[in-house]
């Protein structure tokens, strides 16, 4: 069947969490004061250094006496801050080792959240130097525990992110069994928050929990994950739950799996949100994809239901959900033998300006005129004006096994010799 793209892509996306990729570590190549671990949450370094203006006037650190002026701690560790930034030689990075020790020194034991954010800005840096620098993983790991040590009984949001940025850094350096206890320690601490992004740390450890795991292990960690978010309201944590439920429907037989997306229909079907369509339509097309060899009907009114969601969506061209209905409704409509006008008519008002429609309805006209007729002439016009083209995430199966239920011997040879041909144009 034309267009099973989406089963690979929830496959992609159950593993998101994957530990080489997993936690978007964003390192810069370049001198460790511009390294910045999450861009969406903490800039650990630069954004809670007092006197930032006046340093970043400077070009080197000349110009102490400024900082010298400002006689306290926070001008104390934005100066040796600033010292190490500055020290970008491969001969000098011991030295800047020097200044982020000095850092943590004068900070490991002070309780203010700007200069706890210095002390792990300064344990990654660390952190940073000794994997790609000196390729001492050990002394890193060092740097991430100390980190993490100090800041996980906090109960300030910052410092929470920034535990949990120290802990996602830190498995990338671990075996598997290594990393999962990690996750579980993750997933400890942030299951009971009421904090929504915290809340989304919880389920982005499982998720990476999930992936380590085998077999119906992986499907209980959506299930928790799907039990803790079932009854949310709130928007980021709803998609949480979709997230999982399309993970864990890869994972099951097709009968659950139907199960699953109904779930996700019932749940989301009256929301209004363009993304939460999507979802739907997400759904509602992997459901009719499961459908396609047991109820080809029932199939295509899952793509009718696709339909009527962009029935009035002045984008409906550039999604792929409604592209994909379109044509596999024509499709099949020619296998079980049924009217295919109304989707003729929408590809032909809708979809002709996309460069896959044409090819793929003059195929299915040529299949569908075969059935009474010798096409070898329509066949030929194809091939000449898309001698190139490729079919790509279409599935000929369907077709195939159309093909062979044909009573009529002269009637199957026929179109089993241009199937085959479509075939050869198949990626």
Not at 133 to 138: A, E, I, P, R, V
Not at 217 to 230: A, G, R, T
Not at 307 to 317: G, N
């Amino acid at each position: 069947m034309l267009k099973n793209f989406l089963f690979s892509v929830f496959a992609i996306a159950s593993l998101f969490s994957m530990k080489s990729t997993f936690f978007d570590n964003n390192l810069e190549e370049n001198s460790p004061k511009k390294i910045i671990y999450d861009t969406d949450s903490i800039k650990i370094i630069e954004d809670d250094i007092d006197f930032e203006d006046e340093i970043e006037n400077m070009d080197n650190c000349n110009n102490i006496s400024i900082l010298a002026k400002k006689d306290t701690l926070k001008g104390d560790i934005q100066l040796l801050f600033k010292q190490a930034s500055s020290l970008t030689d491969e001969e000098s990075y011991k030295e800047a080792l020097e200044k982020y020790n000095e850092i943590i020194k004068k900070l490991k034991d002070k309780t203010d959240v700007k200069l706890l954010k210095d002390f792990a800005g300064a344990n990654f840096l660390k952190a940073y130097i000794y994997i790609n620098y000196l390729q001492d993983n050990m002394k890193a790991l060092d740097a991430y525990n100390i980190a993490i040590d100090r800041l996980k009984d906090s109960n300030n949001i910052e410092l929470l992110k920034l535990y949990f940025n120290a802990q996602k850094n830190k498995i990338l350096l671990l075996d598997n069994d290594e990393a999962i206890y990690v996750y579980d320690e993750i997933i400890d601490k942030f299951k009971n928050s009421s904090n929504v992004e915290l809340l989304k740390m919880f389920a982005q450890a499982e998720n990476a929990k999930a992936y380590l795991l085998e077999g119906n292990s992986k499907v209980e960690i959506y299930d928790e994950i799907i039990d803790k978010f079932k009854n949310t309201q709130n928007r980021e944590l709803q998609k949480v739950l979709i997230d999982a439920e399309f993970s864990k429907a890869y994972l099951l037989p097709n009968q659950e799996a139907l199960e699953v997306y109904d779930d996700i229909i019932n749940r989301f079907e009256d929301n209004d949100d363009e993304e939460f369509k999507e979802h739907v339509a997400d759904a509602l097309f992997s459901k009719s994809y499961l459908l396609m060899g047991e109820d080809k009907e029932e199939a295509m009114e899952m793509l009718d239901k696709i339909i009527e969601i962009y029935k009035d969506s002045p984008d409906k061209t550039s999604s792929k959900n409604f592209e994909y209905s379109v044509i596999n409704n024509i499709e099949l409509a020619l296998i079980i033998n049924s009217d295919d006008a109304k989707y003729i008519d929408l590809a032909n008002e809708y979809l002709l300006e996309i460069p896959d429609t044409k090819p793929q309805l003059e195929m299915l006209e040529i299949l569908k005129n075969a059935q009474d007729t010798n096409q070898d002439e329509a066949l030929e016009k194809w091939k000449e004006k898309y001698g190139n083209y490729q079919f790509e995430n279409w599935s000929f199966e369907n077709l195939k096994n159309w093909n062979l239920q044909m009573e009529d011997i002269e009637e199957r040879e026929r179109i089993k010799s241009y199937i085959d041909e479509f075939i050869k144009h198949s990626k």
